[in-house]
């Protein structure tokens, strides 16, 4: 089981970023998927999560309105749209695959991506 | 929404030693539903503990978990130096499901 992140980067307060997550080594399409954040010397803080299907999305409030979460299960591939950026959404994205199921914990985490909010 | 407090903050131990950490739930959540996570550094987190008591696959049994309704904690039996980490428990038995902020064992 693989998930990677990538997309990461410096970005102006106010700006937009697109990340990614590449899964790989099981069937992507019958997994819950989430993106969960750590500020610098933080604790863990859940940001979004989509269904196996994609029928359903659930955000924090802390990023409601401002992020997007989506998936294109032909190509295993998990997507958070990050949009008017503060300095507080500088933090390492982690995706994250939930077991197989419903209500089930986090088994698999990618190393995550860094997203840095600064002018 | 369900809030967890992690206590203590920060455990200072001796590798051999029995680490006890707490997690409280702000309301009765089911125990199903309780996880544990460990953090070492510049690492992602790991699943160590699920359904309060279960381990994850490859989990030493030094790992163990307990509790129900509002308390639980998760015990490392003899601390080895690879143990010395951040943990946190999270309920995933909601949507969004919630962190605690964390208990760091160290040296």
């Known amino acids: 089981v693989q998930v990677v992140e990538s997309g990461g980067g410096l970005v102006q307060p106010g700006g937009s970023l697109r990340l990614s997550c590449l899964a790989s080594?099981?069937?992507?399409?019958?997994?819950?998927m989430h993106w969960v954040r750590q500020a610098p010397g933080k604790g863990l803080e859940y940001v979004a999560g989509i269904t196996s299907n994609g029928d359903k999305r659930i955000y924090a409030d802390s990023v409601k309105g401002k992020f997007t979460v989506s998936r294109d299960n032909s190509k295993n591939t998990l997507d958070l749209q990050m949009s008017s950026l503060r300095t507080e959404d500088t933090a390492v994205y982690y995706c994250?695959?939930?077991?197989?199921?419903?209500?089930?914990?986090?088994?698999?985490w990618g190393q995550g991506t860094l997203v840095t909010v600064s002018s | 929404e369900t809030v967890l407090t992690q206590s203590p903050g920060t455990l200072s131990l001796s590798p051999g030693e029995r680490a006890t950490l707490s997690c409280r739930a702000s309301?009765?959540?089911?125990?199903?539903?309780l996880a544990w996570y460990q953090q070492r550094p510049g690492q992602a987190p790991r699943l160590l503990i699920y359904?309060?008591?279960s381990r994850a696959t490859g989990i030493p049994d030094r790992f163990s978990g307990g509790g129900s309704g509002t308390d639980f904690t998760l015990t490392i039996g003899r601390l080895e130096p690879e143990d010395f980490a951040v943990y946190y428990c999270q309920y995933y038995g909601t949507s969004p499901q919630t962190f605690g902020q964390g208990t760091k064992v160290e040296i």
């Open positions: 994250v695959k939930e077991g197989a199921g419903n209500w089930k914990p986090f088994d698999y």
């Open positions: 080594g099981f069937t992507f399409w019958s997994n819950h």
């Open positions: 359904g309060a008591s």
């Open positions: 309301q009765s959540v089911y125990s199903s539903y």
